[in-house]
């Protein structure tokens, strides 16, 4: 079953090199200061990479031997149900309680893609679990008025009724010191049917609302995303540091969404606020483990810490019942794979700037396999040009048998495969717009096929503030762009503001129709496999300066956000 595992492995590799050396647990810092120890096992961003869950038991068991059992609390920062391999997604999330239970997990903070499966199923979801409980602060149904329509505000934004899940919690240690939770996912988006408010003014709430309860510690729980400038979002409208800086009066919070290592591992204290930061990195490749020290009803130390792939399987023996869950849900999924499609000589890279070893990032950069996608949506649409936000390629494919399970991954969010046709100045505006957000990985940056382009890393600004960009030498099928030419671009995007009509329909949609055209295509003997290099097909080439006999436009770049 080393199908599932060589990417996990991969990214443990990477972060041994990254990471603070630890064997295993490191040693705590003397207690004689303290009352006694809280600790919290924690992960993020798993997306179906399940075989780290026998090893969250495992860790988990091992602090409450040392600490008791009610001093250990197991928590997931989101993205649980979907957004990965197919483990989760194909079977609608239903393979994910009963693991997540056996594993240990007190508190669920749903992410964005554990809404891809729709509001009822993820409602759904939530019942199954018998020990596992859900927490998010700024997630409401919509509130309806007597006819039972949304009701909304001057923006036609709906405004928010009811909580979905519960807001707060609290929690007893051993020694009587009263813990108080909260949960938070991204904010502002339409998830599922329901409305997540901002994550700052909620974080506000909930501590408030702990600390009249008699808290004497508080711990966030939040899907909302780190970025290493303290300040840019990613798809959200605060980075947890944000909160962290803008909200006191959290011990600590543990966050998710941006699949990040903060400072090697250890994370990051908030000099205004002294909350703790961090997350576990993400596919499974590490726990995080927090320690509270507490003296007197009150946090007296901290600390934080990542154990990777390597130590878990050094020092841990995965906990058995959780494994045979984990073993039986991928044999479930080979079952369902079928016969390989291809074989590819390389690794296909669907990596984020987090989780690869040079940085380079499929939300940001050309990568071998965004080259093949765009390929294959331009040949299945008989297109003249392809373009897909790097967001919608959700797993690599490691090198050797590609497997109908492997495609699933890649397709986690669907497809939306879509034609229109573009003058080549639109089809410049188009590229321009994807650059919007660099060097920082956005939703707006995409993978293209048939045309080619560079581009100048500096931009210029315009009187209106908006970027202005240099294209150099764009090209489509490999002649200079004609901006008065039409040309038939396709789109793979999942999100749509478009009304679907006859004309507008996609041509695929769903993962399991993206997945068997694509598998079909391999067969084919059509596609072409390239190794992963900076930049693989020379397709989208960052520039420092311009080449003398450039043929160059300027452009004014539309900041489109989540397509």
Request: with cysteine; glycine share 10%; hydrophobic share 40%.
């Amino acid at each position: 079953m080393k199908h599932h595992r060589t990417l996990t492995m991969l990214l443990a590799l990477w972060l041994c090199l990254s990471l603070t050396a630890v064997p295993a647990l490191s040693e705590a810092p003397a207690q004689a200061d303290c009352d006694e120890v809280f600790a919290i096992v924690h992960t993020n961003d798993v997306h179906g990479f399940i075989d780290v869950e026998p090893y969250v038991k495992a860790v988990a068991d091992e602090l409450k031997a040392a600490y008791g059992e009610g001093n250990v609390l197991t928590v997931s920062a989101g993205d649980v149900f979907a957004g990965g391999n197919a483990v989760a997604h194909l079977y609608n999330g239903e393979t994910i309680p009963p693991i997540m239970d056996a594993a240990g997990y007190d508190i669920l903070a749903p992410g964005n893609n554990d809404f891809n499966l729709g509001g009822d199923q993820l409602l759904a979801l939530s019942g199954m679990f018998s020990h596992t409980r859900m927490l998010c602060a700024n997630l409401y149904r919509p509130m309806t008025d007597e006819n039972g329509e949304a009701v909304l505000d001057e923006d036609g934004h709906a405004l928010p009724g009811d909580t979905v899940f519960d807001r707060t919690m609290t929690i007893q240690t051993a020694g009587g010191v009263k813990i108080g939770l909260f949960g938070l996912t991204v904010s502002g988006m339409p998830f599922g049917g329901f409305v997540s408010t901002g994550t700052i003014d909620t974080a506000r709430e909930a501590v408030d609302i702990l600390k009249k309860d008699g808290c004497g510690v508080i711990v966030g729980i939040g899907h909302t995303g780190w970025n290493d400038d303290l300040v840019t979002p990613s798809a959200n409208d605060a980075t947890s540091a944000m909160v962290a800086r803008e909200v006191p009066g959290i011990d600590v919070y543990i966050d998710g969404h941006s699949h990040s290592v903060i400072n090697g591992g250890s994370g990051w204290v908030c000099p205004e606020t002294g909350t703790l930061v961090n997350q576990a990195s993400c596919k499974g490749a590490c726990v995080g483990v927090i320690r509270l020290y507490l003296r007197d009803g009150a946090v007296v130390n901290k600390t934080a810490e990542l154990l990777t792939g390597e130590s878990l399987e050094a020092h841990y023996a995965p906990d058995p019942s959780v494994k045979e869950l984990v073993d039986a849900a991928w044999a479930r999924l080979e079952a369902d794979s079928g016969e390989a499609y291809a074989q590819t000589p390389y690794f296909l890279n669907a990596l984020r700037a987090s989780e690869s070893a040079d940085g380079r990032s499929v939300r940001a950069d050309e990568t071998n396999l965004g080259d093949l996608v765009t390929d294959f949506m331009r040949s299945y649409a008989g297109a003249d040009v392809a373009l897909t936000s790097g967001v919608m390629i959700r797993c690599s494919i490691e090198k050797g048998p590609v497997y109908a399970r492997d495609l699933y991954g890649v397709f986690a969010n669907g497809c939306r495969l879509r034609v229109q046709e573009l003058t080549g100045e639109e089809l410049l505006q188009e590229m321009a717009a994807s650059l919007v957000d660099l060097p920082y990985e956005s939703p707006a940056f995409c993978q293209i096929s048939g045309a080619t382009y560079a581009y100048l890393k500096e931009y210029a600004l315009s009187d209106e503030g908006e970027k202005v960009y240099t294209i150099i030498n764009p090209a489509v099928g490999g002649e200079p762009i004609d901006i008065s030419k039409t040309y038939r671009v396709a789109y793979g995007f999942f999100f749509s503001e478009t009304e679907e009509t006859e004309e507008t329909e996609p041509l695929l949609s769903t993962m399991e129709e993206a997945a068997a055209a694509m598998g079909e295509y391999l067969r084919s003997g059509q596609a072409v496999l390239l190794p992963d290099v900076p930049v693989p097909d020379q397709r989208i080439i960052p520039l420092d300066e311009a080449p003398a006999d450039a043929v160059a436009y300027r452009v004014v770049a539309e900041e489109k956000g989540m397509p």
